[in-house]
């Protein structure tokens, strides 16, 4: 006859929990390794959240051209004007939004 299973105490639980948030299974060679999983931010891969969240200062200070480069080109693809630049109409003041506003 087989051993029947025991309940995992409260601390092995929690364990359990921590582990299974640390690390995933892939296979590797056939054979199924623990790897520590990739850091997220918000349910976000941490590159893609610095993409998205970052501006251009930043991403200079900590050089990080390869990103400006690839923000600059899909600005590029997607036709907008010289002026807008990387930061776009969000980070005009008030009297310049009105001021474009008024010429369209």
């Not at 299974?25 to 199924?32: L, S």
Request: glycine residues 4%.
């Amino acid at each position: 006859m087989a051993k029947p299973k025991r309940k995992l105490t409260p601390k092995q639980k929690i364990e359990k929990e921590r582990r299974r948030q640390k690390y995933m299974y892939v296979f590797m060679n056939g054979r199924q390794v623990r790897v520590e999983r990739p850091p997220m931010i918000d349910g976000i891969p941490v590159d893609e959240f610095i993409k998205n969240n970052a501006d251009p200062i930043w991403l200079h200070q900590n050089e990080m051209w390869e990103i400006i480069e690839e923000i600059e080109s899909e600005q590029k693809d997607l036709g907008s004007s010289a002026d807008d630049d990387l930061f776009g109409t969000d980070f005009l003041c008030p009297s310049m939004k009105s001021n474009e506003e008024n010429n369209l």
